[in-house]
């Protein structure tokens, strides 16, 4: 029993997406002729974690293998049962999915196998939580006379971007920026 081409086009999409992450052979010819058109697990049951991205998350290819990598699992035939490695006879799956879901087939413990994954989810939320440092902008460090210059020039740059300073009553935008940044006394407009 072998299964029609769904789509060429999308799966051209999806074997450039597969190329990128490492992937060649059967894969790339099951999308190239459309049997693949979306770079996604296609497992029963897919146990890449969310936070990682779930069953569109795919690591590069790599030596020694990861989890979370594209492999080819053979479909709608198993390999077990005769089935080929042909593109009409394949689906992608990540590689502990795959490996899974032949365990639960076959009776085996996948205890330890499930273990893990929680590691995986456990690195993504502390990756998740560490502060990003945010590179202060160049326009921060220019020499006071420059900085002026800037800060009139670019009027969608709040106040409170570049100074905990307030605004005297009256006090106009070119006159607060310059008595903050170049000690100027006030200039208030007039009633």
Known sequence: MTRPPLDPVQGAKAATKLRALGVKGVLIKA????????VICGMPVCFCPDELGGAGFFERRTRPWTDWEPTHEHFPIPKREGGRATPD???LAHRLCNKLDYSISQGFSIEKDLARIDPAREATEEAAKS?????????????????????????????????TEPRLPRE???SFIRRVVLSESPELADD
Not at 31 to 38: F, Q, S, V
Request: proline share 11%; net charge positive; no cysteine.
């Open 131 to 163: 502060p990003r440092k945010r590179k202060a902008p160049g326009w921060r460090s220019l020499p006071p006379g420059e900085l002026v210059a800037h800060l009139l020039a670019t009027p969608t740059i709040a106040d409170s971007a570049w100074t």
């Open 89 to 91: 006879n394949a689906i």
């Open 31 to 38: 999308a190239e002729l459309g049997y693949i058109t979306e």
């Open 172 to 174: 106009n935008r070119e």
